[in-house]
């Protein structure tokens, strides 16, 4: 695979954390750690900030969007409370996890647990200018669920 991009990476703390790394050739998002010297619980619906032990030098015009682990949120209940979390390209800082635990048993993250997903993704940057009126669409001022089919109820 030939890169997009080259991201430079530095470790932030005394955890030897694995670079990031695609787990497949199909893979969006970069595998990232918890850099963790122990086990650390959460407990049902609270929340943890786990640190990576890494930093990034993201180019200008791109971010990174620290997303959840599917596996992780179906069977622990784990999930990223700010999905997706927005590393911003001028920010050098340690990616840290904001981590939820939405399930009613504790759970456990062990050292080096892969925690979530890293997409590096391009973004662009718009110039907001105000308007009397916006143009018209099918749409409309349709809000939260206004283009979906209701769900059937089953009979049984």
Same mark, same amino acid.
């Given at each position: 695979?030939?890169?997009?991009i080259?991201?430079? @990476?530095?470790?932030?703390?005394?955890?030897?954390v694995?670079?990031?790394?695609? &787990?497949?050739?199909?893979?969006? $998002?970069?595998?990232?750690?918890?850099?963790? %010297?122990?086990?650390?619980?959460?407990?049902?619906? %609270?929340? &943890? *900030?786990?640190?990576? $032990?890494?930093?990034? %030098?993201?180019?200008?015009?791109?971010?990174?969007?620290?997303?959840?682990?599917?596996?992780?949120?179906?069977?622990?209940? *784990?999930?990223?409370?700010?999905?997706?979390?927005?590393?911003?390209?001028?920010?050098?800082?340690?990616?840290? @996890?904001?981590?939820v635990?939405?399930?009613?048993?504790t759970?456990?993250?062990?050292?080096?647990?892969?925690?979530?997903?890293? @997409?590096?993704?391009?973004?662009?940057k718009?110039?907001? %200018?105000?308007?009397?009126?916006?143009?018209?669409?099918?749409? $409309?001022?349709?809000?939260?669920?206004?283009?979906?089919?209701?769900?059937?109820?089953?009979?049984?």
């Amino acid at each position: 695979m030939i890169p997009d991009i080259l991201v430079p @990476v530095r470790r932030t703390g005394p955890i030897a954390v694995p670079l990031p790394h695609y &787990a497949t050739a199909g893979s969006a $998002g970069l595998d990232l750690a918890a850099a963790l %010297a122990e086990p650390i619980k959460i407990k049902s619906l %609270a929340r &943890a *900030l786990v640190p990576t $032990g890494i930093a990034l %030098a993201l180019p200008p015009g791109y971010e990174g969007q620290v997303r959840p682990r599917s596996g992780l949120a179906m069977k622990l209940g *784990l999930t990223i409370l700010n999905a997706p979390g927005t590393i911003d390209s001028d920010y050098r800082g340690e990616i840290k @996890v904001l981590l939820v635990n939405l399930s009613d048993k504790t759970v456990v993250i062990e050292p080096l647990d892969r925690i979530a997903q890293l @997409v590096v993704a391009p973004f662009a940057k718009a110039e907001l %200018a105000w308007a009397a009126e916006l143009d018209d669409t099918e749409r $409309g001022e349709g809000g939260y669920g206004s283009t979906g089919r209701r769900a059937r109820r089953v009979r049984r």
